[in-house]
């Protein structure tokens, strides 16, 4: 079946530092991909999204290219802040009806 | 406009109980599905309805159901619940449910004693 795989962390950073959240996914046919974020006592929002090969999602300086070749969709910020910190999760919907499938999640923690 | 809105935001039950958890969609939004997270497995799909049919579903018991009225709130209904179902519940709404941006309401945090 389906599945995503990042990378879990914890992740530590300190403020301006590059970020990489590595996500590779399973499916059997095209998939589209997704970052969704999750701020501490909040519900989950979308990042960015990409419906095809080699398109680039972006939202707040955070990038990320659907890589059909080698089923990635890796997240990438230049320079993280502090307002950063969250868990980032990876996911894919292959189907419609609204069953995405997300990774396990990986902690971000940006410190001053 | 107001975002998904799920109650309650906290639940406490023992085992065997049952429990009921609401979700009202934004406003326009037709589709709500529900996701149970949990630190172990993650976030996993339970099941999504739009205009009160569940039209997809994951693999979880039967003890899990959910329905959804004619203005597209929804509920979600845990029977004879476990431990184990201790979990943040996260519901989710569209405008169709097609491929979609999904927006979270803040969930409902169940524990079962």
């Known amino acids: 079946g389906d599945s995503v795989t990042q990378m879990e962390g914890p992740v530590t950073l300190s403020e301006e530092a590059f970020l990489t959240i590595n996500c590779t996914y399973t499916?059997?046919?095209?998939?589209?991909l997704f970052w969704y974020v999750q701020y501490p006592g909040e519900g989950l929002q979308l990042l960015l999204k990409?419906?095809?090969?080699?398109d680039k999602g972006s939202n707040k300086g955070f990038e990320a290219t659907y890589r059909k070749e080698t089923t990635s969709f890796h997240l990438e910020k230049g320079s993280v802040q502090v307002s950063d910190s969250a868990v980032y999760f990876c996911?894919?919907?292959?189907?419609?009806?609204?069953?995405?499938?997300f990774g396990p999640g990986t902690s971000l923690s940006v410190i001053p | 406009k107001a975002g998904v809105t799920q109650t309650p935001r906290y639940l406490i039950k023992t085992r065997g109980q049952q429990v009921t958890l609401s979700c009202s969609p934004i406003?326009?939004?037709?589709?709500v599905s529900w996701y149970q997270q949990t630190p172990g497995q993650g976030l996993q799909f339970l099941f999504e309805?739009?205009?009160?049919?569940?039209?997809n579903k994951g693999n979880f018991p039967g003890r899990f159901s959910g329905r959804q009225f004619s203005n597209s709130r929804s509920e979600m209904n845990v029977s004879t619940l476990e431990l184990g179902d201790s979990a943040l519940y996260l519901c989710?709404?569209?405008?169709?449910?097609?491929?979609?941006?999904?927006?979270f309401g803040s969930g409902t945090q169940l524990s079962v004693l």
């Open positions: 989710a709404s569209s405008l169709t449910g097609n491929d979609e941006k999904l927006f």
């Open positions: 499916a059997t046919g095209y998939p589209s």
């Open positions: 990409a419906t095809k090969a080699d």
């Open positions: 996911a894919l919907s292959e189907t419609s009806y609204d069953k995405v499938i």
């Open positions: 406003s326009g939004h037709r589709s």
């Open positions: 309805y739009f205009s009160e049919t569940q039209r």
